[in-house]
């Protein structure tokens, strides 16, 4: 599939790319020392449109790596579903196309440009703050966007670690002060922040109440979920009940709920949530609003609040967020952080994007190899 | 109406009030220096439900005013939905029954305790923070439940000064920082708290866009509110339109929004309201809930709250309570607050209790004259 949906520089217009992407002009011909990056395979898109027909596989020619540049091969990079909502168009804040997909990944330094320091061949990087374009095998881009991490990072997680683990991280710090015995509640629970959320959660000593979709298997995923160190793990038809918290043992009310489903979901995060509690939105997997009855806000005094990592990162937290990227990647090297990934060859990306974009039902992380 | 509903205290079980409202037994009758209230005429209800059935008005003997109480001449009392919501039983905070209805009121000292001093026959005072009881002739209660306020404050406002104008107070200061220029949004404009937003938010320069019912009369609903000072009134119907801000002529995205309707109300209150916006919840007069798509909390970043003023009362801001009551007195006698209400005598309460339970339309506020 990938050789047939990929063509040569030749037949793009070359004003696809960013300037240096572009054919270097006469002028602008350096000496013997400029450096070139490789030419690179990269999955773009020219419109914006259902991401399996506008996205196309496509050999982009060497670059200059400036001075200040470096360019990383990459090795791994994810399929999120904000990657999916960029390519669509329906994300509020993408890049201009035509563009390179993927936002986040792992790679290892190719060439530095001749004023870099810090950087060399071999180092293992991330982007981070995040940055556009990880669908390619090799990414120029300013050294400043590259976040040098262990190299006994494992390379699945160093891919994946920013948008998932990191949004987890953040909820659980910066709506509320959690201490160790208390509990959080949280919708959506099987996804990778939910699975996140609840090792996070655990290993800071905090209680976590999960609440998880009605469908076959679903003994097995709450097996699963107890396993990572959920508390309690609850189908939303368990909860049809008067009083949510008279099911818990020994679990004091939430002061913490996480929604990433909406409708009835979100409706069951705040019955369970205590007096004076916070409910954060990230996500709306069911495609339903929020709704609150009016007494919540009143005499229960809940908030309700967003999170969004876009918005986070972009407050130039670069420093505070490099630390946590460290700070996760060594749990996820203990093996104390894990979620289950399904790594993919870079030639079937349109497999992996296929099965990210539901048409097989339930599936892994797709994690792009290069 | 009032003669048929009274009744004397010999057809009531002693039992039914407060321990000095129960006879003197023999041993704790005191020396001829005890101070005795005078008979008391009140409304009260033994027994939660419809509050136009379950309230009666009855005479109450005179009971002991011990050394360090006050008894109070009641001069004026509203009645509030909250008052209503009391007795239906539906209020979280509530005195136990049987008990005498009313929150809030203005009175007149009539005699002290022994050891009462700062207060005086004469002195015009309100209970501060609220407290029960208020529909009666004379209240007897400890000396620090009565705030002393200025001899020359208008009678029907000190009467009304706490339960709406200082939610209508605390909501512009404590949820954002409002500075001059900047603008806030609501519902419900053409309630008493509402129209003190307007108000308050005028006085300090800040814009306000206030939303309406459709009905018979809203333009001159209109006009009175803009006369109030309101920047903008719309009704509901002028917003069904694709983009609310673009009807704002100068005045900036609001960064709080106060909802006491709910439902499509609310929605509406969410649509003003710009990036990283506030709506705090005050009521629910549609008696529907609020619904909110996911992307406002993530994108738009918007935060609900509530707001209750008997919780932000408990918490033991007694001091501060009585800064803000008189600071609005202030503003009440120099004209720059003011709301409709309507005197009624208090031989006729159970009209008025009529007309606050909506069974003749819209009506003013409904305040009891002793």
Known sequence: MAAARSITLKAVSTSLWSPNRSLPKAKTVRALSTIM????KAVVYEHHGPPDSVTRMIELSPVEVKENQVCVKMLAAPINPSDINRIEGVYPVRPPVPAVGGY???GEVYSVGSAVKGLSPGDLVIPSPLSSGTWQTYVVKDHDTWHKISKD??????ATITVNPLTALRMLEDFTTLTAGESIVQNGATSIVGQCVIQLARYRGIHSINIIRDRAGSDTVKEKLKALGADEVFTESQLEVKNVKSLLSNIPGPALGLNCVGGNSASLVLKFLR??????????????PITVP?????????????????????ADRTKECREMIDYLLRLAQEGKLKYEMELVPFGEFHTALDK?????????????KF
């Open 294 to 314: 009016t007494s919540s806000f009143i005499f229960k005094d809940l908030s309700l609040k967003g999170f969004w990592l876009q918005k986070w990162l972009t």
């Open 37 to 40: 990056s490789p030419p690179s």
């Open 104 to 106: 986040e990944g792992v």
């Open 275 to 288: 007096q004076g509690g916070t409910m954060v939105t990230y996500g709306g997997m069911s495609k339903k």
């Open 356 to 368: 990210a974009l539901g048409k097989h039902g339930s599936q892994p992380k797709q994690v792009i």
């Open 153 to 158: 990072s494992p390379i699945e997680y160093a």
